[in-house]
């Protein structure tokens, strides 16, 4: 029996050619239907050039990784050829975040972008270098409307709305004439009025802003009207609203050019934000000949939670898909949308919770328009797989009143029952005033404590069976509120019932072993990092702060493990264990370094101590932390490297983790989206939920509008601007309690607690859960609430059907074919059959071998060092010639050095080594190189030289200066090892393997003749290779066994 909206959803899945919008309600499948898209793609004819086109942009990383697994699995249940899955793996899945990284790491040098961009998320330091240098503000307005806003508005509050506006894409608008203000009609409407002190007060008031707004040069803060008497205060809002918009909308022209300068401040540095991917990747998509580069690919894009998308999100991604000589933004223009089946995106209006960093009218503007367009459809999918038919019954009976389409709210999509519904129930726990004892003045936070502590005692009463809930686990308590899950936590230990609490605010640094492998890895590479070893002291290894100031005797710089120190007592002992670790793990790499470093300080045990009721799983997060490790390692990353990767993230939201403790899960209904459970309560439907103070200044989105307006002050903020916001948020409340009441599979609960918060008055809180259920006296759902059941039962249908979920879970999702005998031997003796890559900068000259150990040598692993002396002159140095004047005159290469000598680890050294290049340059083949007209200069210049069919080498040549015309070329690579010119000799051979293949390598991709050479830093010396020496030293490394070749490489030390 298949669902109702099967037809839409195989339109979906099998029509290839066209863009959807699709609405999928909860529960109704929406990752299914993804992956039977994805599935559908890799059975199309042309699968192979399809799937690496894809790119699945998810609001999560845990989603994209469920969502490629699933698709993963699905392909291969249809057992596709090795090419299939191999164009899979090509495919993208991710955050838009990270797809629009990947976007300006690859095209990023058409806006000049500097390489590679780091992400900063705390920029407090970089904002206060900001402030200080900038000498003007305000450039584009005139100097009479400039001088007009500083005097309304705070620059301090300017230029912080400039850097809080995130994503929004601040565009200022024409200028406009600073108006008048007319006072007026407020003098005579207090004129009419009787008279009163604070009538009087306020006029005075008002009268001395007037003179000094019309007569002075100073600030002016706006005057306060303290009376209500004859709506003295409408008129005197209404008299200042001109003024106030005016003020807002110049306040946006300069955050505006605040939000570009502070950018590009960024950027000069190399850091963007997560708002800056975005915007910086719509820019890109405005280039002409990027966005031309880009859409050639012809990506295909599925956008998963459409409604949590904003402008700038979604400008990316319409903006990626359409035609490649498409100009201007589609949604603006309307001509060349999208190309058919390049944009599909899966959403849910009902389901939009976070209208801070979402836009739900502009969710439905793309929605239009994407189903207008000449290939572009709308399908929904009603039918839910989560919810039973008594779930079902309830949220239809209420949510077609409270989500009806009017005043900017959504419409509501009935949900249609799947195939072979179980039957569900609804439960109302009703709590009564009694609760309270009589006391009738409590507050709400106390009346809270009784009802969890009685919903704890239902709980342990009930059990998971009757809630039809296979385990605690599979029990949810869903809050609006972070605060209430303390209270309800709390009550539930109490009885004993095992708790876990899903945290929103938890952050990296809260996890001990975050905050420890951190400290640890900070001090082995800053050995003289006299706070972080204390730290490390106190927190790791406990030792007492007594213990500390009697070693230390006020000499911090006791506190080093660089040089050990033979030592006895409590502190020194442990001070000397670090060393020795430092010492031991210095030359490891990454990985390698970690894991000694976990191992060798007994990290596992004692986080292990940590007492499990404070710290959820420690060692769950340390193997992460491992994990994390590896991946850095692979990436090349040294243990300096990592370190500071693990401070810069420390102040990040700690990624949710799904538990394996089979206790109740305690969660905020904002988190719950995305989940389910078997069974969900949802307490404190009468409580007053308390709304978050907005910040000032701030950008405000006008609801129902593409309008943005300023609110420096919290008076900025007009009448209709919040009648229109609290609207807002209302609607906001009720689809997130939408969101709520459909994450329970088997059974929802409700506590209907009306009279326990409101025992006298009998009047509901306006920002009530229930109030937002449309649950108070005469209103639509009174009779859908009294008409649920009041006591749990257990299902025997339920509980078969479960049994059923567990036995299909043991079945592997699909079984492989069985191997040919002959065919895996045959694959065995390939194994090493593939394309290898070379890198010759890791040649060096092998020696030769005792015969009994030829067989016997390994591969020794790459090192990973921090960075040192000699890395970081060596970098200076290759950092100094990469943008250097090598056809100018031999002053402006003078002028070249002087500017970047300052920024040396090494100045001394520096000048004494520039002094030996320029005494050596004139005589040297550089120099007649130079000498030839039309020289073309490359430096820091990669390449890539495909040998064979299996083999490739890949280099980065620090010097290319080739002459066209005399298909002529000079290799040059800088070497700054400190050697005497008695070592010329040594260092010439040792380096003779790298350059031999850079020398074949460019002679081979050019057909040019070529010279080449190494320079040697510390004695001033060019030394040239012989062709014929070259030539013979790479017939030596191309008939090396790969395995030696690869030791050739491990060997090499710069």
């Not at 058919?340 to 995106?345: C, D, E, L, N, V």
């Not at 080739?962 to 010329?984: C, F, G, H, S, Y």
Request: proline content about 6%.
């Amino acid at each position: 029996m298949e669902p109702q909206d099967q037809a839409a959803r195989d339109r979906f899945a099998q029509t290839l050619d066209r863009n959807f919008s699709v609405i999928a309600a909860a529960g109704s499948g929406k990752t299914r239907a993804v992956t039977d898209r994805i599935a559908q793609l890799a059975q199309a004819s042309d699968a192979v050039r399809m799937l690496p086109r894809l790119v699945v942009v998810t609001f999560a990383n845990r989603a994209a990784d469920e969502m490629q697994q699933r698709a993963r699995e699905q392909i291969l249940r249809a057992k596709p050829k090795p090419e299939i899955l191999a164009a899979f793996n090509r495919a993208w899945f991710g955050t838009i975040h990270a797809f629009c990284l990947k976007l300006l790491n690859d095209y990023g040098h058409y806006l000049g972008l500097p390489a590679p961009l780091e992400l900063i998320t705390d920029d407090d330091d970089l904002w206060n270098e900001f402030v200080q240098q900038q000498t003007r503000v305000g450039r584009s307005l005139s100097p009479k409307n400039r001088a007009r806003l500083l005097r309304l508005a705070s620059i301090r509050h300017i230029m912080e709305l400039g850097r809080q506006a995130g994503s929004a894409l601040l565009r200022p608008a024409e200028q406009c004439r600073c108006p008048e203000i007319e006072l007026r009609e407020v003098y005579r409407a207090a004129m009419a009025a009787r008279k009163s002190d604070t009538i009087g007060n306020s006029i005075a008031q008002l009268q001395a802003w007037e003179k000094g707004y019309r007569e002075g040069t100073g600030f002016l803060r706006w005057p306060i009207c303290s009376t209500k008497a004859q709506g003295i205060d409408q008129i005197w809002e209404q008299a200042f609203v001109p003024l106030r918009r005016w003020v807002n909308q110049t306040a946006i022209c300069v955050a505006a050019e605040v939000q570009r300068d502070y950018r590009n401040f960024r950027l000069e540095r190399s850091v963007v934000t997560y708002a800056d991917q975005v915007a910086l990747a719509d820019e890109l998509l405005q280039h002409p000949e990027a966005a031309r580069r880009i859409r050639q690919l012809d990506p295909i894009v599925i956008l998963d939670e459409a409604q949590d998308t904003d402008p700038a999100q979604f400008s990316v991604l319409l903006e990626l898909t359409r035609p490649p000589e498409a100009t201007g933004r589609w949604l603006e223009t309307k001509i060349d949308p999208p190309c058919p089946g390049s944009f599909s995106m899966v959403g849910d209006f009902q389901q939009s919770i976070y209208h801070d960093r979402a836009d739900l009218a502009h969710y439905q503007r793309v929605h239009d328009a994407l189903v207008a367009a000449e290939a572009g459809e709308a399908v929904t999918f009603s039918v839910t797989f989560r919810l039973d038919q008594r779930q079902l019954d309830f949220v239809n009976a209420t949510f077609g009143e409270i989500l009806n389409g009017e005043a900017g709210q959504v419409k509501f999509v009935e949900l249609q029952p799947r195939p072979h519904v179980l039957p569900g129930q609804v439960i109302r726990l009703s709590l009564s005033a009694a609760l309270r004892n009589g006391k009738e003045k409590l507050k709400d936070r106390q009346v809270a404590r009784i009802e969890a502590e009685e919903l704890a005692r239902w709980l342990k009463k009930h059990g998971p069976e009757k809630l039809r809930a296979r385990s605690w686990r599979e029990v949810a308590i869903l809050c609006p509120r972070r605060d209430w899950l303390r209270t309800t936590a709390t009550a539930l230990r109490k009885i004993g019932l095992p708790v876990e609490v899903q945290s929103e605010s938890d952050l990296q640094v809260d996890s001990p072993a975050y905050a420890w492998l951190t400290a640890l890895c900070t001090i082995m590479v800053e050995a003289q990092n006299h706070y972080e070893i204390v730290g490390v002291l106190r927190e790791v290894y406990g030792v007492s702060d007594h213990d500390l100031a009697v070693f230390s005797e006020g000499h911090g710089d006791r506190f080093q493990i660089e040089t050990p120190r033979a030592a006895a007592g409590i502190v020194s002992s442990q001070i000397g264990e670090l060393a020795e670790i430092r010492s031991a793990i210095q030359e490891l790499p990454l990985f390698a370094a970690v894991e000694q470093l976990i191992t060798r300080t007994a990290l596992r045990a004692r986080l292990a101590s940590l007492p499990p009721e404070d710290f959820k799983d420690p060692l769950a997060d340390l193997d992460t932390l491992v994990t994390l490790a590896a991946e850095s390692a692979a990436s090349g990353a040294t243990l300096a490297d990592f370190a500071d990767r693990l401070r810069s993230e420390m102040e990040r939201q700690r990624p949710a983790r799904l538990s394996d403790k089979d206790a109740i899960q305690l969660i905020t209904a904002q988190k719950a989206k995305g989940s389910e459970w078997d069974a969900v309560i949802v307490p404190f439907l009468s409580r007053r939920i308390t709304g978050f103070s907005p910040r000032y200044p701030s950008i405000i989105r006008v609801p129902g509008k593409d309008e943005i307006i300023a609110a420096l002050h919290k008076e900025d903020r007009e009448e209709e601007i919040k009648e229109a916001t609290k609207i807002l948020r209302r609607q906001e409340m009720e689809r997130l309690l939408y969101v709520a009441v459909t994450r329970a599979r088997h059974t929802l609960v409700l506590a209907l607690d009306r009279n326990l918060f409101s025992p006298v008055h009998d009047r509901l809180a306006v920002d009530s859960q229930l109030k937002y259920l449309r649950g108070d006296k005469g209103e639509t759902s009174c009779v859908a609430l009294e008409a649920l059941a009041t006591n749990a039962e257990a299902c025997s249908k339920t509980l078969r059907a479960a049994a059923k979920i567990i036995d299909a879970s043991k079945a592997p999702a699909f079984a492989f074919a069985p191997f040919d005998p002959a065919a895996l031997a045959h694959a065995r003796a390939r194994a090493s059959d593939f394309i290898r890559k070379q890198i010759p900068s890791g040649y060096e000259e092998l020696p030769e071998p005792a015969p009994e150990s030829v067989h016997r040598r390994t591969a020794l692993p790459a090192r990973s060092l921090a960075d040192n002396a000699a890395t970081l002159y060596g970098s200076w140095w290759h950092t100094l010639f990469q943008h250097f004047p090598w056809t100018s005159a031999p002053s402006q290469w003078q002028t070249a050095f002087t500017a970047l000598q300052p920024s040396s680890p090494e100045p001394d050294r520096s000048a004494r080594e520039w002094k030996l290049f320029t005494n050596a340059a004139p005589a040297s083949a550089l120099t007649k190189f130079l000498a030839r007209p039309a020289i073309v200069p490359h430096t820091e210049f990669p390449f890539l030289w495909r040998m064979n069919e299996r083999s490739c080498v890949e280099g980065m040549i620090d010097l290319l200066l080739v002459d066209p015309a005399a298909r002529r070329a000079l290799l040059i690579d800088w070497k700054t090892n400190r050697i005497t010119p008695a070592d010329a000799e040594n260092l010439q051979q040792r380096y003779r393997p790298q350059i031999a293949a850079y020398w074949k390598a460019v002679h081979e991709i050019t057909a040019y003749k070529v010279q080449a050479g190494i320079f040697a830093t510390a004695i001033g010396k060019f030394m040239p290779y012989d062709a014929d020496e070259l030539e013979a030293e790479w017939e030596r490394l191309r008939a090396l066994p790969p395995e030696q070749l690869s030791v050739a490489a491990s060997l090499w030390d710069a």
